[in-house]
T-cell receptor, first 105, second 117 residues
């Protein structure tokens, strides 16, 4: 079955840029979606189909996808960005990565 | 704007069947996929399956033998039945819109299910 690999954690200083990696075999051929989940809340879709933002999501959040790696980038990190971030694809079912926890220093 | 709300028992005895319903407002449910996702405490998201008007249900292979999903567009809801539950099925269960190529764009608040006697 298809697997998505995400680092367990990322730490970034306030105002800097956070990058989240999602690895998968030829993931560049798939549509990748990204979710943010804060403690006690449901996940929120922040990027769909590799690089598209839902209307509520600010421009400082972006995504890309090529080869074996998809990347979520958050520029100008704020304290409110602390959360778990999950990537997701469809491969004979919905597949989630294990999630990456963002800590803002 | 679509809203989803899960309802369920909270506590289920081991070996019994878990039944959950998701009430949907703001969407006719005649298009789109409708999914169930769960998350054990402190762990990652796990997709359970999806239903839609236009296709038969799709299930996570690891749960297929125990799960049945159904859709009732006249009542604007969809349901999950998970048979022979164990403690490993304890989790927050979310209902959501999506599960195809476009991502999962709307989620319920989640309902905590504990399997224990």
């Amino acid at each position: 079955s298809y697997e998505l690999t995400q680092p367990l954690s990322v730490s970034v200083a306030l105002g800097q840029t956070a990058r989240f990696i999602c690895g998968g075999n030829n993931i560049g051929t798939k549509n990748v979606h990204w979710y943010r989940q804060k403690p006690g809340q449901a996940p929120l879709l922040i990027i769909y189909r590799d690089s598209h933002r839902p209307s509520r999501i600010p421009e400082r959040i972006s995504g890309s996808n090529s080869g074996n790696t998809a990347t979520l980038t958050i520029s100008g990190v704020q304290a409110g960005d602390e959360a778990d971030y999950y990537c997701q694809v469809w491969d004979r079912g919905v597949i989630f990565g294990g999630g990456t926890k963002l800590t803002v220093l | 704007q679509v809203q989803l709300q899960e309802s369920g028992p909270g506590l289920v005895n081991p070996s019994e069947t878990l039944s959950l319903r998701c009430n949907v407002s703001g969407d006719s449910m005649s298009t789109d996929y409708w999914s169930w996702i769960r998350q054990p405490a402190g762990m990652e998201l796990q997709w359970i399956g999806r239903v839609s008007v236009n296709e038969g249900p799709s299930y996570n292979p690891s749960l297929r033998s125990r799960v049945t999903l159904s859709l009732d567009t006249s009542a604007n809801n969809f349901s999950l039945r998970l048979r022979s539950v164990t403690a490993a099925d304890s989790a927050v269960y979310y209902c959501a819109r999506g599960g195809g190529s476009g991502g999962i764009d709307s989620w319920g608040q989640g309902t905590l299910i504990t399997v224990s006697s």
